[in-house]
């Protein structure tokens, strides 16, 4: 549930036609495939959680640099409020583990800046459902380390990322699903390697 449990595109009577549809076609195989692949970690356990968040912490962080490196804060101002790569990083501290990256990434243009968030922030909305496994563990060490999961819970950051995605112009099209693709790779080798 990476980058979301269901891309529907209307939401609150509103449409979002164009690169969103495209976004989310194009990497309907991959997202399915990371989707399952994920779910092989159980994360009601301690040590199958702790895999969880060292897999998505080996893509996120590169990810996240590579954003950075692109400049995405010039397309998105509240990037601060939207990095995670501190969240995963103290969850994984206070599970005895350090985070770091474990893949390695291309670096993206103004378009892959645009598929990478697609990925990024729709990852969120697949957050919410796993944070309800988080909360069935009998293990409280697991529920004290869900910053990353609850990481800008309230906060409409994928409505505001589908506001930035519907306003782009400009943005070539093939170079966002192809970052977009590349990042899903990211989190499937990073989790090969957990």
């Known amino acids: 549930m990476l980058a979301g449990a269901s891309d529907v595109s209307i939401q ?17 195989a991959a997202h399915h495939e990371l989707d ?10 301690l040590s199958g959680y702790r895999r969880f968040l060292q897999a998505s912490a080996g893509a996120l962080l590169p990810l996240e640099a590579a954003l950075v490196d692109a400049g995405v804060a010039k397309y998105f101002p509240d990037w601060p409020e939207r990095a995670r790569s501190a969240a995963i990083a103290v969850d994984l501290d206070r599970l005895g ?12 243009t103004r378009s892959g800046v645009i598929g990478t968030m697609y990925v990024l ?7 919410k459902f796993l944070l309800k496994a988080v909360a069935d563990a009998a293990d409280p060490r697991i529920g004290q380390a869900a910053a990353y999961l609850s990481h800008g819970a309230g906060k409409r950051l994928w409505q505001s990322f589908l506001a930035k995605l519907a306003s782009q112009e400009g943005c070539d099209e093939d170079e966002a699903i192809a970052a977009a693709r590349s990042a899903f790779a990211a989190f499937e080798r990073a989790a090969d390697r957990a």
């Open 36 to 45: 399952a692949q994920m779910s092989a970690f159980d994360l009601t356990v």
């Open 97 to 108: 583990r350090e985070a770091h990256a474990t893949v390695s990434v291309q670096p993206l």
């Open 12 to 28: 609150a009577g509103r449409s979002f036609p164009g690169l969103r549809e495209r976004l989310r076609d194009a990497t309907a």
């Open 121 to 127: 922030e729709g990852s969120r909305l697949g957050a």
